[in-house]
T-cell receptor, first 109, second 113 residues
Framework: GQNIDQPTEMTATEGAIVQINCTYQ??????LFWYQQHAGEAPTFLSY??LDGLEEKGRFSSFLSRSKGYSYLLLKELQMKDSASYLC??????????WGAGTKLIIKP | IAGITQAPTSQILAAGRRMTLRCTQD?????MYWYRQDLGLGLRLIHY???????GKGEVPDGYSVSRANTDDFPLTLASAVPSQTSVYFC????????????FGPGTRLTVL
């Protein structure tokens, strides 16, 4: 079966750095996405990786290792507004997104 | 309209009733999707449409139907609602190319009693 695993909840301190991991087992791989979802709102796109390596976008970076079925999202200089759920999703061989359950990130002052 | 809109925002429905959730996008995206999101579970794909006139089944299609008569609209119908269909429903669209991101509507919170 297809499976996306990510931690249920993480806590970090304002101004610090946090890494959210995602491991996947899917039928085929056509890219990995990270989305941010604030409580009661819709998911919004953060990053896309299809090749191995690190993609940097401001305070957020995303890393992919296809051989290990592994990705992480790195958030630097954490701000209170970063409190949200972070969703990992993999596009499978049918070009459909398989979603993880999300990691709820709590930022403390 | 800017992006994707969904209606209604929320709805309480008696079991056995028929309900249509509406979704409209103005980005001229080819592909559209319906997901449900339940606590502790990832987004699950109900139905999708890669282009106007075509639809496909996702992971959890039973009890739901869709149509795609034109590019902009992608309604989701529950023919006879059951309590297990209580969920938050998100419509999304993408332009259908390789690394394309999906844009989500604000969601519909549906409660079936």
């Amino acid at each position: 079966g297809q499976n996306i695993d990510q931690p249920t909840e993480m806590t970090a301190t304002e101004g610090a750095i946090v890494q959210i991991n995602c491991t996947y087992q899917t039928s085929g791989f056509n890219g990995l996405f990270w989305y941010q979802q604030h409580a009661g709102e819709a998911p919004t796109f953060l990053s896309y990786n299809v090749l191995d390596g690190l993609e940097e976008k401001g305070r957020f970076s995303s890393f992919l290792s296809r051989s290990k079925g592994y990705s992480y999202l790195l958030l630097k200089e954490l701000q209170m507004k970063d409190s949200a759920s972070y969703l990992c999703a993999v596009r499978d061989s049918n070009y459909q997104l398989i979603w993880g359950a999300g990691t709820k990130l709590i930022i403390k002052p | 309209i800017a992006g994707i809109t969904q209606a209604p925002t929320s709805q309480i429905l008696a079991a056995g009733r028929r309900m249509t959730l509406r979704c409209t996008q103005d980005m001229r995206h080819n592909a559209m999707y319906w997901y449900r999101q339940d606590l502790g579970l990832g987004l699950r794909l109900i139905h999708y449409s890669n282009t106007a006139g075509t639809t496909g089944k996702g992971e959890v299609p039973d009890g739901y139907s869709v149509s795609r008569a034109n590019t902009d609209d992608f309604p989701l119908t529950l023919a006879s609602a059951v309590p297990s269909q209580t969920s938050v429903y998100f419509c999304a669209s993408s332009d259908g190319t390789g690394g394309d991101e999906q844009f989500f509507g604000p969601g519909t919170r549906l409660t079936v009693l």
